[in-house]
Each structure stands twice: as structure tokens, then as C-alpha cells.
């Protein structure tokens, strides 16, 4: 009668959302990983458990999503900033912890009688690693290790190697051994790769500048993850090749905290990719264990492979760089655990008949016992690892970020505001000035408050930390200025029109009384385009517009704008500030890629016209309204004339 019930859309639908909710939450409890209670969830309830579901096209159908959609999350969480610091280490690491797991699952798999291309997949699946533990280092605030940051390094190497020994079983299991279909299969390969990498970021840049609102955004980048994954398919290699890269581009071309690869993920987390680690667990038979002495021996053999050959791969590589107890063990426990990559292996292997249930079976039960053990192992040595510096290092200047919000053109401000918070772990201070006119006082400021309503909704991210401040103040500019000294505002953001010069009125009377009378930095940013769609920022620094104190906060909120928005930094600065400039990035040492070109003569906004418009243009102002007026002239506002892209000026009073 149940499993009549639940073959039913409604009951299908129903059991499936309550194992992804309850099952996750029993595994924490239990201080597991939530995908132990998922995979265990899906053995209870599939044709070797209860017998609730059945292995039907319903849920492959499901689970096919889902895996894409792991691929690209894995693509898409990839640090490239951080595997770039770290490259070569990482990169022996990386080849060192591939290369040992490969070999021996080889080995594994001639015993165990596979075939070559059996025994090259079964050894990829013990090559890459799932840093499941990761968040445990997180917490603790030591993830800028360096041997930390190696592992994570390594992680890109391993689940690129697999991918590709992937794509090679696969494209030789479907065209046979052939000299001319694996030359074929590169080529195609290395044209569709370099395609993804290169070419959807910038497109993906050109479609953002034309289009607005976050569900369309949220389609195009979709509609990408599927185009990459079916040509894939096309060109001979599995649809998770074309995830991966997917992922590996969007990463590339959101800003970071994006909305837009939040939501992305969000429905990827939330229910497709738990539906493929419940199928995982559902076409699972935990029984064999009992009925057939030879899994339990499979089982024994994989489980092995998996802890000592990572184990191998982990000293040899602290040897190497003299990593300390604490650190070898941190990095073996990072290292050992097998799920993201490992487990759509197993399935594909499974669904090819390059492997069979039994050895699926036991590969299934070493992912569950590595996920359990990895945390285990990380939680007990990561608290002795020492760091050079603290995780993440706020930048105080985005900590608290207060963005006066009005009815024209604020949604620009506050999404700026956002993504400079977020990536500084700092929050939003939305404040909605209503002007003292005595009787309509409250009239005035419940519509003020219905428009800090609207901040939320237009933004269109619940992860935002914003605090929404309606305030009532004789005047916009006083308002706004005794809200930012009572909350402590770190900075302030304003809209510009940027129609008359900066010295005189930007936007009027109230921006002037804010920057003028404020001792908190001020942004004044005239915002035309999505910041989806910035592929640089530039800072301009003319000849004596910041003095050499100031210079290095200058130059640190720059760089810390550039990788929140997920782009390299061009500093362009007049001649006199060369030496100064590269002793301050060689002391900085930035994660993000930067470059530095010197003014040869007086700068010339006029010049600026053809720059491309996906740029944003940051000038600093500092000091007192005659510094700026004698230091930086009319610059902004002929910038503002020529430049059609989005540009902002940063002010320092002190």
C-alpha cells in the first residue's frame, strides 16, 4: 500500500524531501557529515531496504541533475586566487596525492580482474579527495596555513586529473583504443575546455551588461551550467567534464557572495544534489556485506587503498616541506575523505559496466567510513596549527557600510555595499532619511519606511546582512551623518550623478554636506552598469591627489573592491608615485592579480572614452574641499563626461 502511495508524484515527492531534511539532521547530531545521513537514508528506503522507492527513471532522471549540479558546485567553490599563491607546492602535492592513489587502485583493480579501463577509472576514484572537513578549519580561523592552503590547492590538481581520466575511459570505452579517436577526443577536448575557461566569462560578461534583474541572471547562468555539460556529451566525454569547466568559469565570472551563484547553488544543495547521494544509497545493497564473504573482502581491500595510499601521498609531501605533526596529520585528514568526485565515478563506472555491484557496494561503505574519519582526524590536530595571519582578514573599512537608500537608482548602491560587506564579514546599514515637517512627520516616515522595505526584495539576497534604519532629521545630509556616527559607520556609499565637479556640488547640497562633514570615508559612485558585468577595476592616482600616508589604505580598499567584485586590480598612478606603489604591493603580497602601469604624462579623461565599459574606475580624493579641488581639479567630472561605465570616488578626510 505505501510503495503504491509513494510511486505517486505527491508521495515520491514527499519522501524524498523528508529523507533530505531529517536524515542530515540525525548525522549532525551524531558530529557526522550530513551526506553520511543522505547515502544511509537512501539504502533504508530503495528496493534493498523498505522498498519505499524503486531504481526507476523518475529518480535517475532526478539524480542525473544532480550530479551535473555537484560538478559545478565543486568547479564553482574552487579558490583560484588561493591555488595561485600556493601553485607549486600545491602542484607537488597535487601530483604526489594523485599519483600514489592512482597507481595503487590500479593495482587494486588487476587483482580484483578489471579490464584496463576498469582499472584506470577504479584508480581515479581514489585519486581526488573531498575536502569534507573543511569547515572545521574555517572555524577555527587557521585556513591561511600554508599547508592548509596547499591541500586545498592540491584539490583543483586531483578533480581536474580525475575529470580527465574520466573523460579519456569514457571516450575510449565508447571509440575504442585507437590512436585517431584519442587524438580526436584531445583536440575536441582542449577546444572545448579553452572555450568554457575563456569565452563564457567574457560573454557572460557581455549578456550581464544587457540584461537586468536576478532571475533572468539566475536563467543565463543556468542555461550555461547545461550548454557546457550537453556539449560535453556531444564531443564524446561525460556531461560532468562540461559541469566542472562550467563551474570553473562562473567562478571566474561572479563577483564573490555573488546573489545570483548563491541562488545557484541553493537549489543545487537544498534538493538536487542530496536526491543523487539518496539515489547513490538507494542502488546500494548493504546486505551483501552479510550474504557475500567476497564484498566484505572487496571492501577490505578499497577501504585500504583508500587510508594508506593518501596516507603515503601525506608524509612524503610533509617531509618534503617540513611540515610539522600537527600539520601532516591536518593535511592527511583533509585529504583522505572520498565523496565528490569519487562518488559520480563509482556510479558512471557502475552505469558503464566497467565495474560491478560488489565492488560498488564496497566503494560505497569506504566513502562512508573516510567521511567519518576525515572530520575526526581534522578536528584533533587542526587546533595546533599555527598561522601567519588571521583567516580572512576583515578590511575595517567594509565592516560597517551605511548606504543612504532613496527612490532613484538605490538598488546599484546597496548591492555594491553588500558585496564589499560580505567579503569583510560585515554588515549593511540601510538608512531612509524622512525630513522633520512637523504634522506629516509620521506620514513622511512610514513611506520611508516602506522604502527600506523594498531593500531586501530588490536585492534579491537573503544571505544579506543589512540592517534597515529609518530615520527622522531636519535635513537628508544631517540625517545622514548623525546616523553614521552613531552606529559607527566604517563607510559611507552615495549616489553621483556625476553632471557638475566634485568641488563644488556632485549631487547637490547633501553629498557635499556629507563628504565635507564627515570623518568617515565616503564613496561617491555614479553606477550605470550591473557589477556582474565589471571585468577590471582601475585606479586611477594622479600627480599629488594622495599624500604617501594615505596611500596604502588607498591602494588595500582597492585591492579588497577588486576581489570582492572577482576581478584583477590596474593601478595607474602619475610617475611620482612609482617606487612607492611597488614597495607597497611587494609588502601587501595581494591574492589578487594586480598590475601596475605608470602615467608618462598628465592624465587626460578625454582619452578614456574608448575604454571598455565592463571597467570601473575608482579616483581617490583625500583632505579638505580645496585639497581635492587643487589636487584632482575637474578630473571627475570629465571623467564622468567621457566615461560611460560605472565609476566611483573614494574620499579620505584624514
Do not use: C
Not at 473 to 489: D, K, P, V
Not at 570 to 596: C, H, N
Request: glycine share 8%; aromatic share 10%; net charge negative.
Amino acid at each position: 500500500m505505501l510503495e503504491e502511495l509513494f510511486s505517486k508524484p505527491v508521495g515520491f515527492f514527499l519522501i524524498v524531501m523528508a529523507i533530505i531534511l531529517v536524515t542530515p539532521l540525525i548525522s549532525e547530531r551524531l558530529k557526522l557529515p550530513g551526506i553520511i545521513g543522505i547515502i544511509i537514508g537512501g539504502m533504508l528506503i530503495g528496493p534493498h531496504g523498505f522498498g519505499f522507492l524503486e531504481d526507476n527513471d523518475r529518480i535517475q532522471f532526478l539524480s542525473t541533475i544532480g550530479l551535473v549540479y555537484l560538478m559545478f558546485s565543486a568547479g564553482l567553490e574552487v579558490d583560484i586566487n588561493q591555488f595561485m599563491k600556493v601553485r607549486a607546492r600545491a602542484l607537488v602535492f597535487g601530483l604526489i596525492t594523485f599519483t600514489f592513489p592512482q597507481l595503487m587502485g590500479m593495482g587494486l583493480g588487476y587483482i580484483l580482474g578489471l579490464d584496463w579501463l576498469g582499472m584506470i577509472l577504479l584508480g581515479s576514484a581514489f585519486a581526488s579527495h573531498t575536502l569534507i572537513a573543511f569547515p572545521i578549519l574555517t572555524k577555527l580561523g587557521v585556513t591561511r596555513n600554508e599547508a592548509v592552503a596547499v591541500t586545498t590547492g592540491a584539490t583543483v590538481m586531483t578533480d581536474i586529473g580525475a575529470f580527465i581520466v574520466l573523460a579519456v575511459v569514457l571516450g575510449a570505452d565508447k571509440g575504442g583504443l585507437t590512436f585517431a579517436y584519442f587524438a580526436q577526443l584531445f583536440v575536441l577536448l582542449a577546444i572545448f575546455t579553452a572555450a568554457i575557461i575563456f569565452g563564457l566569462p567574457r560573454f557572460g560578461k557581455l549578456v550581464f551588461q544587457k540584461l537586468t534583474g536576478r532571475a533572468v541572471e539566475f536563467q543565463f547562468v543556468i542555461v550555461a551550467l547545461f550548454v557546457a555539460a550537453f556539449v560535453a556529451e556531444v564531443i564524446g566525454v561525460h556531461e560532468v567534464v562540461g559541469a566542472f569547466l562550467a563551474g570553473l568559469a562562473v567562478n571566474s565570472m561572479l563577483p564573490r557572495h555573488s546573489p545570483v551563484a548563491g541562488h545557484v547553488l541553493f537549489i543545487g544543495e537544498s534538493f538536487f544534489i542530496p536526491v543523487f547521494l539518496l539515489y547513490s544509497g538507494l542502488i546500494t545493497d548493504p546486505l551483501t556485506f552479510l550474504k557475500s564473504p567476497e564484498t566484505i573482502i572487496v571492501a577490505g581491500g578499497v577501504t585500504i587503498v583508500a587510508y594508506v595510499s593518501k596516507l603515503i601521498a601525506a608524509w612524503i609531501t610533509s617531509k618534503i616541506y617540513k611540515y610539522t605533526k600537527a600539520e601532516f596529520w591536518t593535511v592527511y585528514g583533509l585529504s583522505h575523505a572520498q565523496a565528490a568526485v569519487t562518488i559520480p565515478t563509482l556510479v558512471i563506472g557502475l552505469e558503464t559496466g566497467l565495474f560491478d555491484t560488489t565492488l560498488f557496494n564496497a566503494a560505497i561503505l569506504m566513502i562512508l567510513l573516510t567521511s567519518i574519519t576525515s572530520p575526526l582526524i581534522v578536528q584533533r590536530f587542526a587546533p595546533d596549527l599555527q598561522t601567519a595571519s588571521a583567516d580572512d582578514e576583515p578590511t575595517p573599512l567594509f565592516g560597517r557600510i551605511l548606504v543612504p537608500v532613496s527612490e532613484k537608482n538605490s538598488d546599484a548602491l546597496v548591492a555594491l555595499a553588500s558585496l564589499l560587506s560580505r567579503s569583510s564579514k560585515g554588515k549593511v546599514l540601510a538608512v531612509s532619511v524622512a525630513q522633520d515637517k512637523g504634522p506629516n512627520e509620521n506620514n513622511s516616515l512610514m513611506l520611508h519606511k516602506e522604502l527600506l522595505g523594498k531593500v531586501n526584495e530588490n536585492l534579491h539576497d537573503p544571505e544579506a546582512g543589512i540592517e534597515l534604519i529609518p530615520r527622522l532629521a531636519a535635513t537628508h545630509a544631517q540625517g545622514i551623518l548623525h546616523t553614521a556616527r552613531e552606529e559607527n559607520a566604517s563607510l559611507i556609499v552615495m549616489g553621483w550623478r556625476g553632471q557638475r565637479t566634485f568641488r563644488e556640488s556632485v549631487l547637490g547640497s547633501v553629498l557635499d554636506e556629507v563628504v565635507w562633514g564627515s570623518d568617515t570615508p565616503v564613496v561617491a559612485g555614479k553606477l550605470s552598469l550591473p557589477l556582474n558585468s565589471m571585468q577590471r577595476v582601475i585606479f586611477i592616482v594622479p600627480a599629488k591627489a594622495v599624500p604617501p600616508i594615505a596611500l596604502r589604505r588607498m591602494l588595500e580598499a582597492n585591492l579588497a573592491v577588486a576581489k570582492a567584485l572577482n576581478v584583477p586590480l590596474l593601478v595607474r598612478a602619475d610617475k611620482s608615485y612609482a617606487q612607492t606603489l611597488e614597495a607597497l604591493f611587494a609588502s601587501i603580497e595581494p591574492e589578487q592579480e594586480w598590475k601596475l602601469e605608470i602615467l608618462a604624462d598628465q592624465l587626460h579623461p578625454e582619452k578614456l572614452e574608448h575604454e571598455a565599459v565592463s571597467d570601473f574606475i575608482i579616483l581617490p580624493g583625500f583632505g579638505s574641499r580645496k585639497r581635492v579641488q587643487d589636487t584632482l581639479g575637474n578630473i571627475p567630472e570629465q571623467l564622468a563626461k567621457f566615461f560611460e561605465g560605472n565609476l566611483a570616488i573614494l574620499h579620505f578626510d584624514k
